[in-house]
């Protein structure tokens, strides 16, 4: 496994824009990547984020997304060394509440209304169709090298998806058709006093856009009927008003409002 660089790509990202670090504090880190909260000597601070292959092209994501409208962290500036890729972003700071399903919901229309940018890899349907296909080669070739030994119900699962491929992946361009984040998942989303932005773009494509929002409508749903606040069906019918009562300071604006605010 290759060596994890982070103080080299510090170094040269702190060279690019003339700044000199006094402390680096772990905010979350794994074999993979890191995200550090680093201080300057003059007290301001930043976010320094590190990956590798194949999260190493989320500075080019990022880039993209705030051209096109997206509220993302600022990029200040991005290095790359032997196959690993270090940011300086912009610190957010900490959030003033809990992201919920809503707020996931609403960023997606936000995300998913915003024009497809061709640089972005493209999940068509041949793609979609051979995904499990390829999951399953991958899951062999950890296994060739005595990892995830004790996988067998991940590969009968994909062995039934692969299966159902062919029918599955039919009409993969229906609208939402463009932007899809990938990890959408609650630390994917930040929200500050008067804003809010998408964070993890490393995995961003253009395809399907329910690949993004199926998994949280799920959630709302089901949360939703334990509760007892309302059947499926209510939901279904009342979901679309209160995105827009969500979405309708456009990007970066406040998710500080609820349904029926």
Sequence with gaps: MNTNPSAQLLDSLLTATGQSTVLREEVRVWSMSGVERVTFSDGSTAIFKYAMKPFDSEDQALRLARTLGVPVPQLHTSAALDGWLGMLMEDLGPSARDVDDL?????AVV???TRTASALPVLDRERLRTLPVRALEHLKR?????????????EKALDRIAQAAEARSAGPTRAPFGWVHSEF????????DRAWRLLDFARAFTGAGLLDTVRRCRRLSRRSHLAGRADRRELGAGLAPHVGRRVVHGAGGSLDQRPGG
């Design 142 to 154: 950890l296994r060739k090298a005595d990892r995830w030994q004790d996988a067998d119900d991940v």
């Design 111 to 113: 995300l998913h209304s």
């Design 103 to 107: 707020d996931g919901v609403a960023a």
């Design 185 to 192: 998942h609650p630390t994917s989303l930040h929200v500050g």
